[in-house]
């Protein structure tokens, strides 16, 4: 069961991914052949639904979230909340797996990210190959350091119980 906090945390993301996607629309008559707004509203939607299952399971929820979000951007629809929401879920998911799940995460998160950005990149200043390695960054960087989280808190997990077992020790010679 998710908890009431993660949910409203959800709606929260969604509202403001659904009022950003409905900002970005400058006229509604000029739209092309598909509605932006339903199909970018749905893929927010499902892009920040994983807030409220983070905690049971943060790896799915990382993946499905960004999966959702780099789907929007390579669409071209304004995705900042969700790319947002979908990388932090990346941390997190590296932050509370184990070690061994950081590197394909980390290989995810950037490959996914450098696929939606070189999709939806549109300036011709920018090659293709600078998106590329700017979205493997940008993904890849998030993971990175909510690995780095886990690892210290580890370190300093053992640090403590390294410490209480001198204490004892030290107590029982005195």
């Not at 995460?105 to 293709?128: F, N, Q």
Request: aromatic share 2%; proline share 6%.
């Amino acid at each position: 069961m998710p908890r009431r906090a993660d949910v409203l945390w959800a709606a929260l993301a969604t509202a403001l991914s659904i009022g950003l996607l409905l900002s970005d629309v400058p006229d509604a008559q000029e739209t092309s052949d598909r509605d932006p707004d339903l199909f970018g509203a749905l893929l927010s939607v499902a892009a920040c639904a994983p807030i409220a299952v983070r905690r049971r399971n943060p790896l799915a929820a990382a993946v499905v979230a960004l999966a959702f979000a780099v789907a929007g951007l390579a669409l071209g629809d304004a995705v900042i909340v969700p790319i947002v929401v979908g990388l932090v879920l990346c941390s997190q998911a590296a932050i509370h797996s184990v070690q061994r799940v950081t590197i394909p995460l980390a290989a995810y998160a950037g490959t996914a990210m450098a696929a939606g950005i070189s999709v939806a990149g549109t300036d011709p200043a920018t090659p293709v190959i600078m998106r590329i390695v700017g979205g493997l960054a940008i993904g890849a960087t998030p993971v990175l350091i909510g690995d780095s989280i886990r690892s210290e808190r580890e370190r300093t997990r053992k640090a403590r119980e390294f410490a209480g077992r001198i204490a004892e020790l030290r107590d029982r010679d005195v």
